[in-house]
Structures are given as structure tokens and as C-alpha cells.
């Protein structure tokens, strides 16, 4: 081989994993459960958008943006984003907002990447949700097979529960403000080091049969368990988990019921 071609085989494979490098930043482990991320590109890939049906999630004054789109409908404060896998070339979220008061409002977008470092936005940017409200979030112009990301975000930092598609529910009875996502409390937090063990406490909790899972927030799943009877509080034993900030969600019949966050030194 010549010193031309040699050279040209060098410059074409550095090409090749430059772009394979930038290409591969996106998480692509897919998912069934929808969790939560605060960096888009790490989000786990739910295989289509009815995958969302019925989610109850809550913002935090914890979830500290990571990656931004190159406008939003006002600031980025604290956001979640889910990953999710085109199946038509349109689809509709239905984002209702409770509990943050009447100023409080919830901002919610679909947007697309080709790189996992740019987005562009493949639905209007809905800007105040606000609170005991819904709207619908329509995507638009959408290729089958590929990811797609919701994401959504406290207006002004707002704390607030929100659901998603929560009329596509068996039971449709999340607008009564007494099924809304009820919080977690976890402690201690922060979980020492070398401590195996968390108490999980949600008031007023009388649960016959609770699956508690606790994943990191780029969705990786670290344990799952499921307590027979839940009242007020348990211990959950995490054992000798990395350090890192963890989700801690609590499922009853296929629906979260509540949920916290945690920081293991």
C-alpha cells in the first residue's frame, strides 16, 4: 500500500469514529418503566409514546438542568426528559398540573437529535401549564423508528405533580386531587457511605402491595422489591450501591403512586 492510500485509509477511519463518537453520546438502553432524567441524552428508550400513559411524576427543587435546546418556552430550571421511540408520525401528550398553587405552571416540548448535542423542537413549546390544568402537547412531521424526547420543566422553578395521558387510564379518576403523586420522604439523606440502608416514609401511606424501585437518574434500574404491606414507612436495604443521586418510585397496579430522590456519598 502507498504512503497516498495509507493516508487516505487514516483520514477516512478518523473520520469514521469521529462521527461514531459524536453519534454514540445517546443512551440507548431501552426501557418499559418511564424514568425521569435530567440530561436528555442519558434518558432510557421507552419503546413508543403510549409508553407514557398514566405517568405521575412531580419536579423538584433537586433536578438541576443538564442539557439544554437551543430556546426553551422561558428558563430551564429543573427538568425531566423522557426518550421514546416514534411509532406514527404524530402523537399527542396530554400534560395536566397539580399541586404547585396559582401561579405555579408546568412547561412541557418534543424535540428530535440527529447527534445527541443538538436539538430542535418537533412540537410548539407549551408554556404555562398551570396548575389544575391540562393541555395537549402535539409532535408533528415525525419518523417512525426514531427517538424522540418529551421533556418537561417547573415554569419559573415551579414544584409541581404532573401526569402524563392520564385519560388513557383503565380507571380515569386521577383528576380527584386525592390520587395525585404523593410524596416520598428518604432518609438519611445524604446515605453515608458505608450505610446499606434507607427508611422510605409517605404520610397517610396504607398500601396492601407497593413494588418499590429505586433507579439512577439516568434510569438504570439498581434494585426492585415488593413490600406486601406498606403503612407510613419502611426500611429498604440498598446495599452497597455506587455513589450517585437515585429515584426512589413506588408502583401499585401498574401506576407510580409516589416518589423521592436520594444522594449516596
Known sequence: MNHFSCSFFAKFLLIFLLHNEVSAQCNMTPCSVPTPSVDAREACILPNPAALNCYQGAT????????????????????????????????????????CGPDGAIQAAVLSTIDCVNFQFVSP??????????????????????????????????????????????????????????????????????????TLEINGANFDLVTLVVTNVTGVEFLRKTEPNFSDKTVLKIGEIPAGSYFVQAWQEGKMVATGMFLKM
Open 125 to 198: 413549546c407549551l408554556r404555562e401549564i398551570r396548575s389544575d390544568t391540562c393541555q395537549d402537547l402535539v409532535a408533528s412531521d415525525l419518523n417512525v423508528g426514531e427517538v424522540y424526547y418529551l421533556m418537561i420543566d417547573g415554569f419559573a422553578g415551579y414544584v409541581c405533580d404532573y401526569t402524563i395521558n392520564e385519560t388513557n387510564c383503565p380507571s380515569s379518576t386521577w383528576n380527584n386531587a386525592a390520587t395525585s403523586l404523593q410524596k416520598m420522604r428518604v432518609y438519611p439523606n445524604p446515605v453515608p457511605k458505608h450505610e446499606n440502608s434507607i
Open 60 to 99: 423538584s427543587n433537586n433536578d438541576f438542568p443538564v442539557s439544554f435546546p437551543p430556546f426553551w418556552c422561558t428558563t430551564i430550571e429543573n427538568n425531566h426528559s423522557f426518550a421514546f421511540t416514534a411509532d406514527s408520525t404524530s402523537t399527542v401528550f396530554r400534560i395536566c398540573t397539580y399541586g
